[in-house]
């Protein structure tokens, strides 16, 4: 049995599941490997214990985690106040493909700060390590089922999220989530890797070329600016660089680096952020951005924008460095 801070709040959220016949879980807009995973294991695990539920998960698909489960999106004006489920998101304005949505209530799973979004019952944890984990905790703790494709989803999560456990937010709680549903599943999770891991050849000559142009300014702030030209001659989509960016952690001269990648279908510039050591949520949220103390993001239609964001996270490296 894992260790449990706060086992009522499980009991309450299984309660808050069984009692609709309508479920829709929803997660941020650009979604990473533990949005995804948690999203589409939830869903399952509910269907597979409530087979009776109609149960959606929704947002934009993203081709590159196919392989997890595909999302199902009802048409919203054919439901009557469903429970709204939201995982791995603080903030309403981040929340994908839920416009129309007409919910009774919100229940929310999330390891990011607190901000505007609070659910009538609200299971918000900064210390873990991903929303991928707070479902694994949650389903090994209720009636909830599991099988082997959820639980490899949450195993991919987790991996993903804390960096194959080497981020701040890993602790002996998310190993022993881990060691616990390896237990329960009986899951090959040393082949779960190459799913995360395997990429193209274009997509490492996209990481060559982020390397060979990444500029590292005086107060050990690195930044990149990745146009759609760049991402058309490599081949690869908008979302690939804020999948790379945790690959420049232990840089020695890097405290805290940022790639800002243009997205012409949106008219906008998606910027990730991650640092090892100077706290840049708070910096984030003053460009309509957030996330975590060492990992935040934002998504910006103005180049000059762009240029404050650098100087004042580059300020923050020098604030620091001068502690």
């Not at 009802?74 to 007409?102: A, C, F, Q, S, T």
């Not at 804020?242 to 012409?264: A, P, R």
């Not at 309509?288 to 240029?307: I, P, Q, W, Y």
Request: a neutral charge.
């Amino acid at each position: 049995m894992i260790l449990i801070i706060n086992k009522n709040i499980l009991n309450k959220i299984y309660r808050e599941i069984k009692k609709y016949d309508k479920i829709v879980i929803a997660r941020h807009i650009g979604p990473d490997p533990d949005a995804i995973a948690s999203q589409i294991a939830l869903r399952d695990s509910i269907l597979l214990t409530f087979p009776q539920k109609k149960v959606y998960a929704v947002g934009i698909s993203v081709a590159k985690f196919k392989s997890y489960g595909s999302l199902n999106h009802p048409n919203y004006e054919e439901l009557n106040n469903p429970l709204l489920i939201v995982l791995d998101v603080p903030n309403m304005i981040r929340v994908d493909g839920i416009e129309g949505l007409k919910y009774k209530s919100i229940l929310k799973i999330d390891h990011h700060p607190k901000e505007d979004i609070e659910g009538l019952v609200d299971w918000t944890d900064e210390s873990k390590s991903s929303t991928s984990q707070m479902v694994t905790e949650l389903i090994l703790n209720t009636k909830l089922k599991l099988n082997a494709k959820i639980a490899e989803n949450l195993f991919l999560g987790i991996v993903s999220d804390s960096e194959r456990f080497s981020l701040k937010n890993t602790s002996y709680e998310t190993f022993a989530t881990v060691s616990s549903l390896i237990k329960e599943s009986q899951i090959d999770f040393s082949s779960l890797y190459e799913v995360l891991y395997t990429r193209p050849l274009s997509e490492h000559k996209f990481i060559a070329f982020i390397t060979n142009n990444l500029i590292v300014d005086e107060n050990k702030f690195a930044y990149i600016k990745i146009s759609d030209q760049d991402l058309k001659d490599f081949n690869v989509d908008a979302a690939t660089p804020s999948n790379l960016i945790n690959g420049y952690n232990f840089i020695e001269e890097i405290l805290v680096w940022m790639f800002v990648t243009e997205d012409v279908k949106n008219n906008q510039y998606k910027i990730s952020i991650r640092s090892r050591g100077p706290i840049i949520n708070e910096i984030a949220s003053k460009y309509n951005g957030g996330g975590h103390k060492f990992a935040s993001g934002a998504r910006l239609t103005k180049m000059e924008d762009v240029d404050n964001l650098i100087k004042d996270l580059s300020k923050a490296c020098q604030t620091y460095e001068n502690k």
